[in-house]
């Protein structure tokens, strides 16, 4: 059973630099942002609840497709780790 959670978590990490995440927050933020504006104005201007919802969401899609996979331009930058200096 640990090799299966196990396995499921090593597929489910998906490496991103620094850089690359800040980057990703702020894509992330100005997605959701000019998704909200725009469902409101539409909500409002159309009177329905039913719109506003329905854009908001595919605004929230949108933003994990974007987002949300690794893809090769957020993991140019490899990550570099300091050595421990501790000498057994």
């Not at 927050?25 to 329905?48: D, H, K, P, T, W």
Request: net charge positive.
């Amino acid at each position: 059973m640990s090799e299966i959670l196990e396995e499921i978590k090593h597929k489910l990490v998906f490496p991103i630099d620094f850089p690359s995440q800040r980057r990703t927050e702020r894509i992330q933020n100005v997605i959701l942002a000019m998704g909200s504006l725009l469902s409101c104005l539409v909500g409002f201007y159309m009177q329905s609840l039913t719109h506003l919802m329905v854009i908001y969401g595919l605004s929230i899609v949108i933003a994990l497709i974007v987002v949300l996979p690794a893809y090769p331009s957020y993991t140019r930058r490899k990550l570099e780790w300091a050595r421990s200096k501790i000498v057994t």
